[in-house]
């Protein structure tokens, strides 16, 4: 029963990970209200593809 | 090497990675390339991967959505992304299941090269030359970005929507201490603390409690 991982599990994971973000933002923008700028944002989604194409590939040889 | 010898994946993957740096750098005297210049073909792979946008959006955040959408297809509805989970959870029960193990490993670590590559691409597209520095510590955001979002590093758990969470968090988590003006040593202090305590994190749920190892 122990060992036992419900794919509920995981979706609570992925949303705590989320909540994370969003807190993150809400955080960062408050020590810094050039954080949340439009140019910021767009530049932090550019700055997320080299994590996001690799953390598909290690999500993958994890599995 | 890992499905056919059983080397452990973490072996094979730095010593690889190892390898593939030293030929890197005996291919160009351990010299960066010349810039790529800013041509009409040159400009335009700069363009297509990093600089350019469509829709009011980069290029690149497109690539790395469709290649997302694509390997989550792969990996949810399809045979060969079950078999991939199934070897994660049970390897035994998997091989005896019919599945043949050997090819789903080959499989789930030829996505993990593929992804590496574009990543490769996307970051030449970036320096717009061939930077022998380029992807140092590459693999430990790979590993973060995957553990952030709940993949679990014992195979078999996670969904493949976490790692945009767990990529956003590091990325929001160097972008925001450098914006806060955080010293790089602090930095990397917070974000090894994030990476441990998910993988922790991960460890205990797996485990259902901490059980201390009993005195004999």
Redesign the interface.
Known sequence: MGKKVTISQSAASVITAFVGVVILMIVFSFMNPNFIKFDSIMALLRSIVPYLLVGIGQATAFW | MVGKFKLP?FIA?LGTMTIGRGIAQLANNNYNTDNIGSAGAAQAFKDIL?YGKTAG??N??W??LI??AI?FYI?SFTRSGRH??A??SNVDAARLSGVNVFAATTK??M??????F??GL??LAQSGMGDMSAGMS??M??????V??????L??????????????????????LT??KVPVAYRNIVIGILVVACVLF?VI?????HRPKAKS
């Open positions: 994946p993957t990093y959006i980069f690149g955040v690539i790395a290649i997302w390997f990996l991939i989970y070897i994660g789930a670590y996505v993990s090269s593929f992804c590496a574009v990543t996307v970051t590459y693999e955001y790979a590993v973060a970005a995957a952030i979002g709940g993949i679990s590093t195979g078999g758990s996670g969904l493949l929507v976490g790692v945009i969470a767990g990529a956003s968090v590091w990325a929001i988590l160097q972008s925001g914006f806060a991960d749920r797996r485990n259902g409690t």
